[in-house]
């Protein structure tokens, strides 16, 4: 059945496509999140991710598993171009001049949070990590892809995924002052790692 939707989706069957949609959209949506931390951002990420999808049909071999790895590998290209996008335009507006400031009052709301000192805390972690790092935690721990998934996501390979992680466990560690990385409510051990349940139930075809 998997097979006979690859098959479909690489030779451009609009009605297989939008039930990869239907399957995947919300693993899409999380994981861009994780990368981007912001909301909105990952909904934009989702439709880019999809259209890329679309564009690159044609490479996705006949045999094979699941294609959400597939999928979150475009979904995490995307996210780097458009970061690689914004550094552009954010150069483009420090060059030029300088209006007056005024008042942003999101501060202030911002400090009313009750959880703003604990997720200040977790954003300064996540910073700690290098953009790789990142990713490799958002695959394997958040979408809960094994180690092979992820290197098919990324296009590496698993050793290098290993070590990302490793690296990446150790510096949440040593920013947030634990002995482990922090694990979310319901997480499991498989294969002697981490996996932790996502935050919505997520499609797998």
Not at 42 to 69: C, H, K, N, Q, Y
Not at 75 to 103: C, D, F, G, Q, S
């Amino acid at each position: 059945m998997e097979t006979t939707l690859r098959t479909r989706i690489r030779d451009g069957d609009p009605e297989a496509f939008g039930e990869l949609f239907d399957a995947c959209a919300r693993s899409v949506y999380n994981h861009a999140y994780r990368l981007t931390g912001d909301w909105s951002t990952a909904e934009d990420m989702v439709s880019l991710t999809f259209l890329e999808a679309w564009r690159l049909r044609e490479r996705i071999d006949a045999e094979g598993g699941s294609l959400r790895p597939w999928l979150l590998g475009i979904a995490t290209n995307t996210v780097r171009n458009a970061r690689r996008a914004a550094r552009r335009h954010a150069a483009v507006i420090n060059r030029l001049p300088r209006r007056e400031a005024v008042r942003d009052f999101a501060d202030d709301v911002a400090s009313r949070i009750d959880d703003a000192e604990l997720l200040a805390s977790v954003t300064t972690a996540l910073q700690a990590l290098r953009r790789p790092e990142r990713e490799v935690l958002a695959l394997c721990v958040w979408s809960g892809l094994d180690y092979a998934a992820a290197a098919e996501a990324l296009g590496v390979p698993v050793g290098t995924v290993r070590s990302r992680l490793s690296r990446a466990r150790k510096k949440l560690a040593a920013a947030a002052g634990k002995t482990r990385e922090p694990a979310r409510r319901g997480a499991q051990v498989r294969d002697g790692r981490t996996c932790a349940a996502r935050p919505i139930e997520e499609g797998n075809r």
